[in-house]
Structure formats: structure tokens, C-alpha cells
């Protein structure tokens, strides 16, 4: 059966049941697993479902805008890659921060049965982590309606008034040179603040973004303990993060 096709009847699928898992499209479709994980990540992309951990819901059901699910699902392998290694360094009881970085949100589907305790800006991890044994704690302040975050001077304010034992932070380029940086002063304060709350940061970075620099520098390289990246990152350029103090996992 051609894409068009599957596509067509996963739609329609997901429009009348709401959500539907991978396992079951795969004896709907007569096909494989892995190419139904296949066709909901590009139909993800695409802004046509939100993608689940182990399914496809429908994008009204999911409170999340299309363009937050579109970037959730670019280079979606490696993130759940960086996430299950960054999810297996959270103990039972801890604290944890965690940003609006769309590898962060991917964080959420390995630590549900986790009973911990989450402080973050991000309204889709609330809206993930709502039904799960973890305990939420939202960031008040401004929503960002593009971002589906909350920023702000009482954003910076209410995370001051919390310490975690570990914050897993998102980033738009790091560079062993000029350390971390962001594509606004908005998204760089976040880090800082969250960072500057935490006994340990964890970065969650693909390698897409290894020895990028962006529009604004904003840290050193000594923010970061940890470093979370995928298999992909080439050693040469891992061997610089570590040079310089960084623990790097991949």
C-alpha cells in the first residue's frame, strides 16, 4: 500500500477514534511497525497528527499548536534517544527542572511512572505529565502563545524561590569556543535561571546543534555539568566538551 494511501486511513482513524496506537495501524495497514512509526513522524511534521509515545492523537486533542508538534517531531529517533539516556539519571523523590525545548518535552514520555517533582515553563509537558504519577509544578508569568511557554520577570521570580536536584535544559547552539547560545535574550534567560536553581544541569542536545553558534551568546561551557547528545555527534568535537570539564553521555 502507497503512503497516500496509509495516510489517508490513518486520518481517518485518528479522526474517529482520537487516538490510536502504532501496534494497531499495523495490522489495520497490513504492514510493519517501523513503517507506521515511519509515517506518523512525517505526518507529525506535516502538522496532521500529534505524535505519542507509542501512537498518533489528534492535533485539537493534544492542547499543543501544530508548529510545537512539527518541531517535536524533527530528528525525533535522536531526541528519544537523549531523553531515555537523560531519564535514566533522575532518581525517585528528586526535583527537576525542565525547559520548552522540544527535546525536553520528549523527556516527559520516560519519566510518567516516575515519582518525582517537575518545575517547568512548558504548557505542553504540563499538559503531558497532567495524568502521570509526577507531580507538576508550573512557572507563572507572560504565556508565550508561539511557544506555548511562560516567560518574564515573575517567570525568573518564581523559579528563584525553588532549588532542584537537576535541570534538563534545551539549547540552540553550543560551541566549545563560545559556549552556549540562543535565538533571543527571552530563551537565554530561562536557562540561566533554571540553571542557576539546580545542583546539576543536563543540556539535551542533538548533534545538529554541536559547534553552532546562534544569535546570542549568553553562557560559558561551565553551565552545563552533562552534556546528552545522540550517536550521530562526532567524537572529535564530543573530545572538546570534555576537555573542558564536560561530562558528555551518548
Do not use: W
Not at 109 to 123: A, M
Amino acid at each position: 500500500m502507497s503512503f497516500p494511501n496509509r495516510k489517508r486511513i490513518i486520518l481517518q482513524t485518528v479522526e474517529e477514534k482520537g487516538s490510536v496506537e502504532v501496534k494497531e495501524l499495523a495490522e489495520l495497514l497490513q504492514t510493519s511497525e517501523i513503517t507506521v512509526r515511519r509515517d506518523l513522524t512525517q505526518m507529525a511534521t506535516d502538522g496532521l497528527i500529534y505524535r505519542t509515545h507509542g501512537g498518533a492523537m489528534k492535533v485539537s486533542l493534544a492542547k499543543n499548536p501544530v508548529q510545537f508538534v512539527n518541531k517535536t517531531a524533527v530528528n525525533s529517533e535522536n531526541k528519544d534517544y537523549i531523553c531515555r539516556l537523560a531519564a535514566q539519571q533522575i532518581q525517585e523523590g528528586e526535583v527537576i527542572f525542565m525547559d520548552c525545548g522540544s527535546t525536553v518535552f520528549r523527556l516527559c514520555q520516560f519519566i510518567r511512572n516516575k515519582r518525582i517533582q517537575v518545575i517547568t515553563n512548558s504548557l505542553p509537558v504540563v499538559n503531558e505529565l497532567l495524568q502521570s504519577e509526577v507531580t507538576v509544578n508550573l512557572v507563572g508569568g507572560e504565556v508565550d502563545a508561539k511557544r506555548q511557554a511562560v516567560h518574564g520577570l515573575i517567570a525568573h521570580e518564581h523559579i528563584a524561590r525553588y532549588r532542584a536536584h537537576k535541570a534538563f535544559l534545551g539549547v540552540d547552539g553550543i560551541s566549545a569556543a563560545n559556549g552556549l547560545s540562543a535565538h533571543s535574550e527571552t530563551e537565554a534567560g530561562m536557562t540561566l535561571a533554571m540553571a542557576g536553581q539546580a545542583e546539576e544541569t543536563y543540556l539535551l542536545c542533538d548533534s545538529t546543534k554541536l559547534e553552532k553558534d546562534k544569535y546570542m551568546q549568553f553562557a560559558p561551557l561551565s553551565l552545563v555539568q552533562t552534556l546528552v547528545t545522540d550517536p550521530d555527534a562526532r567524537p572529535e568535537i564530543l573530545a572538546l566538551y570534555r576537555e573542558q570539564g564536560v561530562r558528555v553521555m551518548n
